[in-house]
């Protein structure tokens, strides 16, 4: 919260969010899903208009060694922005930030998102780093068995926690929402 | 933020809270005065009639093995409570819980204050299971050294981020807030 110009800045919350191929369909990972739902809930609330959330996906290089980068490498402020992208290796991305943008849209709050590209945790937080969010906000696998339930927070937390500058919160799944399989969320969180 | 008898519950966080004795004089430490502050700023905001802070101070037990548990094993919940408790070993304690419930009632968020006795990670840990805080704050000393400032989240950070079922965020100092002296921080954080 930063004043500048007389006027309050709004809380800027980063939020990590990535795709599950559970079942064989791109969707939202269970652990991003917690992670954009206890930000909700817990901070945004109904004090909507006093912050922004910043979301970020990181896709993964492809095999021909990058994405179209007037693509990937940009920020969007609305659903529509996405509206005209059909690249087949961009769909489930642009699908997957329309669909957060969509539940911000819905109650209120401000939102960016970021369609970046190359390793999920080391891109989170170099953008971290560079936009300074009040806060980073990543989701966590979890694991089902309860003896390393609670020590568990996953790479990309145990990554972020570490570099990012800003305050990170790992938000960790209770053990009836695990994923089973561990396709879910295979990809970076 | 959970429902019960139709009534929306705030958002509960709990501060953990320590002394510092740089000065030879015991004042709140710099690190836990950061993450209280930030709690402020970041969360609260104005939206304050929305949230509960928690705040938690651990008392190491003294050489005789133990305090008055009358006094430390409760609950607090307005500035006034402390008025008549001048135990000289409890009074940084109380000073201290006072001084951030007084912070509390000026922005006009709820507060409730733990006086506990223990190992300061493990009973944090221990209370935040209990209480089940929507989120536990802890701040961290960091360090000077700019090599090592970003790896640092401090032992008791480090601890709850693994033990306590909530989500956590560690406050780590910015370079030019990091304490020079080690006495400062020294109890707990």
């Given at each position: 919260m930063a004043v500048r110009g007389g006027e309050i800045e709004p809380t800027r919350i980063m939020v990590a969010v990535n795709e599950s191929k559970t079942n064989g369909y791109p969707h939202a990972s269970e652990s991003c899903t917690a992670a954009f739902e206890w930000t909700l809930k817990t901070i945004v609330r109904n004090n909507a208009s006093r912050l922004k959330i910043l979301?970020?996906?990181?896709?993964?290089?492809?095999?021909?060694?990058?994405?179209?980068?007037?693509?990937?490498?940009?920020?969007?402020?609305?659903?529509?922005?996405?509206?005209?992208?059909?690249?087949?290796?961009?769909?489930?991305?642009?699908?997957?930030?329309?669909?957060?943008?969509?539940?911000?849209?819905?109650?209120?709050?401000?939102?960016?998102?970021?369609?970046?590209?190359?390793?999920?945790?080391?891109?989170?937080?170099?953008?971290?780093?560079d936009a300074r969010p009040d806060l980073l906000v990543v989701g966590s696998r979890g694991l089902s068995l309860s003896t390393f339930r609670k020590i568990f927070i996953g790479s990309v937390g145990e990554y972020c926690l570490k570099h990012a500058d800003c305050p990170v919160i790992v938000i960790k799944h209770s053990p009836p929402e695990t994923p089973q399989s561990t396709l879910d969320d295979s990809t970076t969180l």
């Open positions: 979301l970020i996906h990181v896709q993964l290089p492809d095999d021909e060694g990058g994405s179209d980068h007037v693509i990937v490498d940009n920020i969007y402020s609305s659903p529509e922005d996405f509206k005209h992208m059909k690249r087949r290796d961009l769909f489930g991305a642009i699908r997957l930030l329309g669909y957060f943008m969509k539940q911000c849209q819905d109650v209120g709050v401000a939102c960016e998102a970021y369609l970046k590209e190359g390793v999920p945790k080391t891109i989170i937080c170099c953008e971290a780093n």
